[in-house]
């Protein structure tokens, strides 16, 4: 990769996902550290994915926001594709929790005002992500929050490319809305449940709904309630869990409208 792309030096592999390998690496001509991520070979085989690619990353790279992690560029060189983004030193919110099993309602509550607040800004541009989970909530050291992969979120209602076949792999069953499983349209309210299943997680410790396989998950998502919050922990204030579990709603419209409107009641719960 660092031989292809002549702007970018490797220095090491972060990662790999379904649709992308991740590298930090050296922006020559800039002289700063960035996350390379490369799309997988077999992704960048399909045309039609390869356009819708580059299309939402685009769309993506226009969300300037604090807690939104920039895109800095979006290209191709001598057939690898990419994205060039902000690196951001810290751990994931998915690595805390593992680390101490769940977090204080306070802490919870000030990464949830981060992303509600990111979520906003991306819905006033008509970007839905389709994958929050802890795992893209990055946590710099300074202690703020940022949403990670908003380079492969889709851009709500384009009428582009039907991806269905791979659109499993850009959401986790442990954190998708029902109406995702079900291949539904979305828009930002199912950004809303995902965070929502991220804040249960949080406060409690383990996510609402967990199984052997993906779909005794998703069939949870599609039937069952969550087990209240209070039960689980009762040290959460009643407000916030109310805000969870409004975020959790199997219908969208029982939700909160948009991120938005969630925000609001979240600085009302910080001030309570």
Known sequence: VGKKLKDYAVL????????????LAQQLSLGRQVA????????????????RFHHEARAAAALVHGSIVQIYEVGQQ????????????GRNLGELIRSRGR????????????????LAKAATEGIVHRDIKPENIMLARSGEVKVADFGLARVQGDGGVNLTQIGITMGTPLYMSPEQIEGRELDSRSD?????????HMLSGAPPYEGETPLAVAVQHLNQPAV?????????????????????AKQPEERFADPAELLREVHVVARQ
């Open 12 to 23: 090491r592999r972060l990662g790999r996902g379904a649709m992308a390998e991740v590298y």
């Open 36 to 51: 390379l991520k490369v799309l997988n070979a077999e992704l960048a085989r399909d045309p039609a994915y390869v356009q």
């Open 78 to 89: 001598d057939g690898v594709h990419y994205i060039a983004q902000e690196y951001v030193a």
């Open 103 to 118: 977090l204080d309602p306070a802490l919870a509550l000030d990464i949830l005002r981060q992303v509600a607040a990111a």
């Open 192 to 200: 809303i449940y995902s965070l929502g299943v991220t804040a249960y």
């Open 228 to 248: 209240p919050l209070e039960e689980r922990q009762p040290d959460v204030p009643k407000q916030l869990a109310a805000v969870v579990h409004r975020m959790l």
